[in-house]
């Protein structure tokens, strides 16, 4: 006989990778509850987004206002085209106001006054003579005057130098 002995091999010892286990991956992150880093950034995004809605509604408000104002003047029972064009006038000086210091425009009357809206409007074609009636007509009684619609050239620049100077 061999004086060694042979021992049954044990099954792990013939094979040594059966004594591993799988890898087993951690959890996958969860996403309830937030970290607080993302809390700030909500928050902060919160009240971003409640500014720029409370902004963006207050300017419409008044732009809603102003052009109510305008059609109430064309259409004001009784009235005549010097009354009109005064009604015009005091609602382009209130967004004058409302846009520019006061000091800047709060002074200017006739020629001044349309040389300051030319020069403030954004539109290249601005075509101050069409508002001359506002610098000249007001103070003027004519009682067989046309009124003005919503559809005269005059209107329709002022309300566009209004939509432009409040946007």
């Known amino acids: 006989m061999n004086p060694v002995t042979q021992t049954p091999l044990n099954s792990s010892a013939a094979n040594p990778l059966q004594g591993l286990h799988d890898i087993h991956l951690p959890a996958s992150p969860e996403l309830w509850p937030l970290a607080p880093g993302w809390w700030i950034v909500l928050g902060i995004s919160s009240l971003a987004a409640i500014f720029i809605a409370f902004w963006w509604w207050r300017k419409r408000r008044w732009q809603q206002f102003i052009m109510t104002q305008i059609?109430?003047?064309?259409?004001?029972?009784?009235?005549?085209?010097?009354?009109?064009?005064?009604?015009?006038?005091?609602?382009?000086?209130?967004?004058?106001?409302?846009?520019?210091?006061?000091?800047?425009?709060?002074?200017?009357?006739?020629?001044?006054?349309?040389?300051?809206?030319?020069?403030?409007?954004?539109?290249?074609?601005?075509?101050?003579?069409?508002?001359?009636?506002?610098?000249?007509?007001?103070?003027?009684?004519?009682?067989?005057?046309?009124?003005?619609?919503?559809?005269?050239?005059?209107?329709?620049l002022i309300i566009q130098w209004i939509q432009e100077n409040l946007s």
């Not at 003579?129 to 610098?135: G, Q, Y």
């Open 71 to 156: 059609e109430a003047v064309l259409k004001q029972p009784d009235s005549t085209l010097s009354q009109q064009l005064a009604g015009l006038s005091a609602i382009l000086r209130r967004v004058a106001l409302k846009r520019y210091p006061r000091e800047q425009v709060a002074a200017l009357h006739g020629q001044q006054w349309l040389d300051f809206l030319q020069q403030t409007s954004h539109h290249k074609h601005f075509n101050k003579s069409l508002l001359k009636p506002l610098a000249e007509d007001i103070y003027q009684h004519q009682p067989d005057s046309r009124l003005l619609t919503r559809d005269d050239p005059m209107v329709q």
